[in-house]
């Protein structure tokens, strides 16, 4: 089975931090996933990186950053954390080899900005 | 642009009994739709995932129907159960394809009644 990790289920920060999310897949999946989720608005795509050290941006990058140095490992860096960043994150992967390109989620992280 | 719509936004049903959910998709463009399950406070899980060739998909009391012409899938969940109480979500994933990236529906809140 696939598994996505997540880092933290529940981190709570001050506006200004700096916070570090970071995800990892076992599968060996080229692409992975940054997205968040807020009542009422649903599912947005962060950041998206289709390999190593590539990345692109999605629906609403403004405040984010990201990093992928392994295959395994897809990082969500919020340079200057603020409350209208407190939201539930999740992380997503999938292949791209064959027809089947299912994408698996991670358990999310629940952060709060205070 | 792909916008993805869920009706209704929650159902309430007694045990036992067979329910549709809808899902419908602007542009019919799609490489495939995928359906998840979400429990609150958690990360999604896969249930079914139909490409843009197929018509359906089964997975145990789960069917999951496409119609790309007409911009429309349904999830059938056969002889409901409250272990089914949960968050269903469909997303669809563009032809011209953006790295994979999903299209999410705002959901449908299901809740059955023992």
């Known amino acids: 089975d696939v598994k996505v990790t997540q880092s933290s289920r529940y981190l709570v920060k001050r506006t200004g931090e700096k916070v570090f999310l970071e995800c990892v897949q076992d599968m060996d999946h080229e692409n992975m996933f940054w997205y968040r989720q807020d009542p009422g608005l649903g599912l947005r795509l962060i950041y998206f990186?289709?390999?190593?050290?590539?990345?692109e941006k999605g629906d609403i990058p403004e405040g984010y950053s990201v990093s992928r140095e392994k295959k395994e490992r897809f990082s969500l860096i919020l340079e200057s954390a603020s409350t209208n960043q407190t939201s539930m994150y999740l992380c997503?992967?999938?292949?791209?080899?064959?027809?089947?390109?299912?994408?698996?989620f991670g358990p999310g992280t629940r952060l709060t900005v205070t | 642009k792909q916008e993805v719509t869920q009706i209704p936004a929650a159902l309430s049903v007694p045990e036992g009994e067979n329910l549709v959910l809808n899902c419908s998709f602007t542009?019919?463009?799609?490489?495939?739709l995928q359906w998840f399950r979400q429990d609150p406070g958690k990360g999604l899980t896969s249930l079914l995932l139909i490409q843009s060739s197929q018509r359906e998909q089964t997975s145990g009391r789960l069917n999951a129907s496409l119609d790309k012409s007409s911009g429309r899938s349904t999830l059938y969940i056969a002889a409901s159960q409250p272990g089914d109480s949960a968050t269903y979500l469909c997303a669809v994933g563009g032809l011209y394809n953006q790295g994979g990236k999903l299209i999410f529906g705002q959901g449908t809140e299901l809740s059955v009644k023992p």
């Open positions: 997503a992967s999938r292949t791209t080899g064959g027809a089947i390109r299912e994408q698996y």
């Open positions: 990186s289709y390999d190593v050290k590539m990345k």
């Open positions: 542009d019919s463009a799609i490489y495939n």
